[in-house]
């Protein structure tokens, strides 16, 4: 099946910098990507949808300047925390859509932790 | 927009024991996966099934669309099941996206 390899798995930047998380399609060209945000004993949450070539969707409520979202190639998939503060501390996860299958990989998740 | 509720919310077995998750959700989907969360935050696929059921091993899955829900069926528990198990599901809207419901956390008993 589809393999979605995501980085860094763990993070700890401090505050007001800025972090990049990638995340890769291995074997497979995925034009849509999508980034979802889990907070300690919850649900995950959708925050944006990264199309290849083209700007990223944001859910609502979700700062699209503070999430830089950048789809450069047909494998990978970039989410910048910028200006980073304490309260962006969490769990952050990307997932693209197997071409096969129809069903969704995810990437193994970054813990982002802002000191 | 689509709401998926789980339950149990929480639940705690004795290893051996069998159970039952329950997932609804409020509208009709394109598609619905099952998914367990390890303790390190890996997304585990257990089942891709827009309808029907399906098995694998100890587990095994049903999904009734015309009503709106899916079940997931664990037997025999064992301590390396434990974890959160979250059904997602794809709105009819054409955008891929998947909307997860609330969860179940699991813990089983040795």
């Known amino acids: 099946g589809a393999v979605v390899s995501q980085h860094p798995s763990r993070v700890i930047c401090k505050s007001g910098t800025s972090v990049k998380i990638e995340c890769r399609s291995l074997d497979f060209q995925a034009t849509t990507m999508f980034w979802y945000r889990q907070f300690p004993k919850q649900s995950l949450m959708l925050m944006a949808t990264s199309n290849e070539g083209s700007k990223a969707t944001y859910e609502q409520g979700v700062e699209k300047d503070k999430f830089l979202i950048n789809h450069a190639s047909l494998t990978l998939s970039t989410l910048t925390v910028t200006s980073a503060h304490p309260e962006d501390s969490s769990f952050y996860i990307c997932s693209a859509r197997d071409p096969w299958q129809g069903s969704y990989t995810f990437g193994s998740g970054t813990r982002l932790t802002v000191v | 927009g689509i709401q998926v509720e789980q339950s149990p919310p929480d639940l705690i077995l004795q290893e051996g024991a069998n159970s039952t998750l329950r997932c609804n959700f409020s509208d009709s989907v394109n598609n619905l996966q099952w998914f367990h969360q390890n303790p390190w935050g890996q997304l585990i696929n257990l089942f891709y099934i827009p309808s029907g059921t399906k098995q694998n091993g100890r587990l095994s899955a049903t999904t009734v669309a015309t009503e709106r829900y899916s079940l997931l069926y664990i037997s025999s528990s064992q301590t390396t099941d434990s974890g959160v198990y979250f059904c997602?599901?794809?709105?009819?809207?054409?955008?891929?996206?998947?909307?997860f419901g609330t969860g179940t956390r699991l813990k089983v008993l040795a």
């Open positions: 997602a599901v794809e709105p009819p809207s054409g955008t891929y996206k998947y909307i």
